[in-house]
């Protein structure tokens, strides 16, 4: 049930959050067995979001894409904890995500993870993004698959 209550509470964050995304559908599956293992939100389908393509500019940080990938992405505190892998939206025009790859030493995650993070979420400092999020957020947020 409690799992159930994450999903539900974490959707519904993410439709409130995302604007764009709230007009959007987004298809969540969890792991065959019925259960999301520990540490990880629900899975979101790479096609049923839109990688952006190089030359957007993303509003808000007012930079193209190919300038924001790979981008530090530290925390509150200024540690690192992953860099930019994707900016996605519900289609070409509109970006409403940054995918974020989890891998920093600030934040101890099992293995390198992909997640589905809310554009508004971050803030531009230089050449980094700092993220609005605790590390227990994260963890409920969406991973992102593109294989």
Same mark, same amino acid.
């Given at each position: 049930m409690t799992l159930?209550? /994450?999903?539900? !509470?974490? /959707?519904a964050t993410l439709a409130m959050a995302g604007g764009a995304? #709230?007009?959007s559908t987004v298809t %969540? %599956?969890?792991e065959?067995? +019925?259960q999301v293992q520990s540490g990880e939100g629900a899975t979101v389908? #790479?096609? %049923?979001? !839109?990688e952006l393509d190089d030359d957007f500019v993303v509003p808000g940080f007012n930079l193209p894409v190919d300038v924001l990938d790979d981008y530090d992405v530290v925390d509150r505190n200024g540690?690192? !904890? +992953? =860099?930019?892998?994707e900016v996605v939206g519900p289609d070409r025009q509109t970006a409403t995500s940054i995918v974020v790859e989890f891998d920093g030493p600030g934040w101890l995650f099992d293995d390198d993870v992909e997640r589905v993070v809310d554009i508004t979420l971050f803030t531009? =400092? +230089?050449?980094?993004?700092v993220l609005d999020m605790t590390? =227990?957020? !994260?963890r409920s947020l969406p991973v992102y698959k593109d294989d």
């Amino acid at each position: 049930m409690t799992l159930m209550k /994450t999903l539900i !509470v974490t /959707t519904a964050t993410l439709a409130m959050a995302g604007g764009a995304w #709230a007009q959007s559908t987004v298809t %969540t %599956t969890t792991e065959q067995s +019925g259960q999301v293992q520990s540490g990880e939100g629900a899975t979101v389908d #790479a096609a %049923t979001l !839109v990688e952006l393509d190089d030359d957007f500019v993303v509003p808000g940080f007012n930079l193209p894409v190919d300038v924001l990938d790979d981008y530090d992405v530290v925390d509150r505190n200024g540690e690192y !904890v +992953g =860099d930019v892998e994707e900016v996605v939206g519900p289609d070409r025009q509109t970006a409403t995500s940054i995918v974020v790859e989890f891998d920093g030493p600030g934040w101890l995650f099992d293995d390198d993870v992909e997640r589905v993070v809310d554009i508004t979420l971050f803030t531009i =400092d +230089g050449e980094r993004l700092v993220l609005d999020m605790t590390e =227990d957020a !994260v963890r409920s947020l969406p991973v992102y698959k593109d294989d």
